[in-house]
């Protein structure tokens, strides 16, 4: 088995599986992808020699980036690959898509060279990644779908504590489907029944909130950790300053100082809580730019235009709740929430409200693909969703590719929603039985459990029953395969 990785951000992370599919499951060679060279030294402290990578800025040191595109090679690419277009591509990375029109085609071109010439000589049997969330790692999907290659998206899933692998860039849970599906037909076992009740008694109780976002939806400060982002930012630039990934040091630096500025302006009373009694339907900002807009809802990046069409589809006797995202403060600027502020019907909440409790008061939620819509399910509220995201999978989700079926999706949502527990008990079933156990969360920075050495073991082993390489996902405490529960 020759395996091709897109290492992206969970380098630390991936290495480790990599070095276990390879020690215990009969990877025989692996390549990779990284930005720049300054992870090379992260890549070898994992034991990954540096020859089986490609850099991009290694490989444009060899490309004339600042040459002209040469559209008639990316127009051929774009009827090999486009989906159906290649601009979708560009939009989908925050910082190509933000780049001079030329310098973005040029890098859209490079890409294209560098990864269909790896990929013919290295010829891999399957792609490992974290998702497709910028123009490369978009790349190197439609090459393997192209080839029949299968690739691989492997991340945390909902459900605490397990995570999922899939096959497609529409953050579809093909095998929760496919089970939802049978639930639905055949009904579900009693102890999967406990189990699903027992994780929404949880979920409720608690009021969880998924990881990452304890852990960074927060309001700038400066701490410790972020002196030492700086740090890491000093000595990454000194590695490789051609990488388009690392942010300037003084735009660092001044970024933070604006941000914190900002936020002491927006506490000064730019948001307003809730109004007992008032009905509504929330809608949550989500944080930009990231890949739940610009992959998954491209057509929804303008966050002010989805508001302003949802505020004039709104039944009568309704407001919109627009609530910001506590990441994102001071990241706008300070005119957007102005406009969101004069729409008549909207309301600027406050990041600081409970988002559970903004859920249960409401008479619907709306989304592009935020969290927030999974969560208003497992309280039996309906959802309006207008990206791409796994829960669109559940019949109490409305998916709206057009502006123009608010209204009826609106008056389906809020007038005609019938909640049903029997069918929300089998979809966690499925989101829990179509899972694997184990933690496949990381983030540079953070508390990372999911690096422990059992735990690496636990999702290579599920990595390597998807690629035909073990009989089970799952080990016994000896290491060894064990018959999935």
Known sequence: ???????????????????????????????????????????????????????????????????????????????????????????????????????ALRLLEAGFRMFEQLFDEFAPDAVLSDGVACTMSYIQYAIAQRRGIPFLTLAAARVKDRFYIIRNRQDRYERVEALFEQYKRDGIANDLRREAEDFLEHFRSTKLKP??????????????????????????????????????????????VVRLAKNYVLDSGYFEPPVRGEKYVFFPLHFQPEMTTLVLGPYAVNQ?????????????????????????????????????????????????????DLI???????????????????????????????????????????????PMAFRRAIYEFKPDRELLLKYIAANIKGTYRGDAYFTPGGSNPGLLPDNVKIVAQAVAYELGL????????????????
């Not at 799952?474 to 529960?485: E, F, P, Q, R, V």
Request: hydrophobic share 40%; charged share 25%.
């Open 1 to 103: 088995m020759r395996l091709h990785i897109n290492y992206s951000v969970v380098l630390p992370f991936f290495a480790r599986i990599v070095n276990e599919l390879q020690a215990r499951h009969g990877v025989t060679a692996t390549s990779g992808f990284l930005y720049g060279s300054d992870t090379l030294r992260d890549l070898a402290d994992s034991g990954i020699p540096e020859t089986t990578v490609r850099t991009l800025t290694g490989f444009l040191r060899t490309f004339d980036v600042e040459g002209e595109p040469d559209l008639e090679y990316l127009r051929r690419k774009e009827a090999e690959y486009g989906d159906p277009n290649l601009y979708l591509m560009i939009a989908g990375c925050r910082f190509i898509g933000s780049f001079e029109h030329r310098r």
């Open 211 to 256: 990881q990452y976002y304890v852990e960074y939806a927060q309001p700038p400060k400066v701490d410790f950790a972020s002196l030492r982002t700086i740090g890491e930012l000093v000595k990454r630039r000194r590695l490789d300053p051609d990488n388009y990934l690392l942010q300037s040091v003084w735009g660092a630096m001044s970024g933070r």
């Open 304 to 356: 002010i235009a989805v508001v302003e069409n949802l505020a004039k589809t709104l039944p009568i006797d309704h407001r919109l709740y627009v609530k910001e995202h506590k990441a994102s403060l001071g990241r706008r600027e300070m005119g957007y929430y102005r406009r969101l502020r004069a729409i008549p019907n909207v309301r600027l909440i406050s990041p600081y409200a409970d988002s559970h």
């Open 360 to 406: 249960l008061q409401s008479s619907a939620v709306c989304v592009i693909s935020s969290t927030v819509g999974w969560e208003a399910l497992l309280y039996e509220k309906p959802v309006i969703s207008m990206g791409d995201v796994f829960y669109n999978a559940y019949d109490g989700v409305d998916y709206v590719d057009s502006f123009a079926r608010l």
């Open 470 to 485: 073990a009989v089970s996902p799952l080990m016994d405490s000896t290491g060894n395969d064990a018959i999935h529960n």
